[in-house]
C-alpha cells in the first residue's frame, strides 16, 4: 500500500502529529489531486487547539486542513471535465445535491453539509481526494501560495459582495486574514472609502499596508464617534463584521446608517440582545448571514479578481513555510500576528 505524509489530529487532546496515511482511492466521481501548497485557517487552529467547538464537532483519529491548491493525478470513470494536470483548489462544503436547498440554488447551506477536513480528511496531506464537483480550476500561472488562500477569499468576496459597495462607505470589523482581504476586496470593487477597525498592533499595520482609508483601535477611541465624524453623523452604509466579538457587533448597529446593511460572518460564542425596534426595524436596515462561499458564483468572481489582478495577496500571505513546519505555523496562527500562513508541499 503506497502512503503519504499527512497531518492528524490523532487524539481527543491538544495538539496533532505527523503521520504516515494511505494515499486515498480516487472514486468514480472525485479527481485525486497532489498537493502543492496548503494554508492554514482558525478553524485548524481550533482543532488543535481541542477547544470546546471541536469537542463537539471533531471525531479522531482525522486529517486535518482544507485550504489548499494542488494538481489533479488522477480522474475518476465518470468524471468528465478535468484532466490529469490541471491545477485546482476545492469548495470545501461537501454538499448532498437532494435536498430543498441544493435543489434551488442554495448550496452554500445545504442542510447536509460536510466540511472538508472538519467532517472528513482533509488537505495537510500529500494528497486529498475530493467530489469533481467540489474541483475548481484556477490560474496556474499565479503563485501556489496565493491560489492556496482562495477558499478564505471567497468567504470575503462572499461578505462584501452581499451588497452592491460601490460608491459607499464600508466598515471592516476584524483584521485577521479574510478582514484584510474583505478590505482588498471592497477597494476592489470601488467602494468610496474602507474603514476597518481592529485592536492587535500587528493588524492594525496589516490594514494600512492594505491601504483602508481609516483606522480605528476600540482600545485607543470610540468607534461610534469616530464613524460618525468620518460620514457626517449618517455612519456607513455596509459593515463587514468579520470578528465575532459580541461588544463589536454590538456597536456596529450604532454607527450602520439607516437603511444599511449588515454582513455577518464572524461567529460570536454566546448569545446577544439587540434593541430590534430601534435598531433594526425603525432604521430599515438590512442584516445577512454569510456562511462559506456562494456555490458556485462566488467562486467566478473569486476567479475573475485573480485573473484580473486586483487584489494584493502578496500582503495578505506572511509566512510560507515547508510542510514539516506545520506546527511552528499553528503556533504563529495562535499568537495573532500573522497574515495567511502557508505550508509549501513544493518549492516555487
Partial sequence: MKTMKAFSKT??????????????TCGDDQV???????????????????????????????????????????????????????????????????????????MHICENTKILGVDTDGAFAEYIAIPAQNAIKVNYRKPPEYLSILEPLGNAVHTVNSTDVKNKTVAVVGCGPIGLMAIDVAKAYKAKAVYAIEVNDY???????????????????????????????KGVDVICEMSGKVSAIKEGFNYLKAGGHYAMLGVPDEPLSVDLATEVVFKGITIVGITGRHMFETWDQVNQLIDTNQLHLNRIVTHKIPFDQLEAGIKLMESGNCGKVVCMLEEH
Fill in 11 to 24: 487524539s481527543p487532546t491538544y495538539g496533532g502529529e505527523f503521520i504516515e496515511a494511505p494515499i486515498p
Fill in 32 to 106: 485525486l489531486v497532489k498537493v502543492v501548497a496548503t494554508s492554514i485557517c482558525g478553524t485548524d487552529v481550533h482543532i488543535y487547539q481541542w477547544d470546546a467547538w471541536a469537542k463537539n464537532r471533531i471525531k479522531p483519529p482525522q486529517i486535518m486542513g482544507h485550504e489548499f491548491v494542488g494538481r489533479i493525478v488522477e480522474v475518476g470513470k465518470f468524471v468528465s471535465g478535468f484532466f490529469v494536470g490541471e491545477t485546482i483548489t476545492a469548495e470545501t462544503h461537501l454538499v448532498c445535491n437532494s435536498c430543498e436547498f441544493c435543489l434551488n440554488n442554495q
Fill in 203 to 233: 493588524r492594525i499595520e496589516k490594514a494600512k499596508e492594505m491601504e483602508a482609508d481609516a483606522i480605528i483601535n476600540p482600545l485607543k477611541e470610540n468607534v461610534t464617534a469616530r464613524i460618525l465624524a468620518l460620514t457626517n453623523g
